[in-house]
């Protein structure tokens, strides 16, 4: 089964890192406020740039420039991809925090890579 890993990030601002491997990469969206556990909590995703798998495991410091900061993981686990196309897709997450199924759809701000995240 393909992996997450949320990422908590103490960069300028405390954000949560979504990303989910797919397409031999871990896809990944900034979440500003933290993952939702329950349902009807919708959350803003902003997709940022496709990391290396080799990343999922990653916590430490990020030094001096882009993404400075400190990173801890703040869940893991496995998922089953549900449904994907180019603006939604649906997942269902089995991490230690996050269980159940979840999803992505993309929609239309000022900011083009805008998704919301929420648990079905």
Sequence with gaps: MPRFVIHEHHATHLHYDL???LDNV????????QP????GIKRLAIAVDDHEVSYINFHGVIPDGYGAGIVKIWDKGVFDLKERTKNK???ELKGKKLKGIYCLIKFRIKE???WLFFRK
């Excluded at 871990?26 to 406020?33: I, T, Y």
């Design 36 to 39: 939702p556990k329950q349902k």
């Design 26 to 33: 871990l896809k990944s969206w900034a979440v500003p406020k």
């Design 89 to 91: 897709i649906v997942f």
């Design 112 to 114: 083009k890579n805008a």
């Design 19 to 21: 990303r989910l491997e």
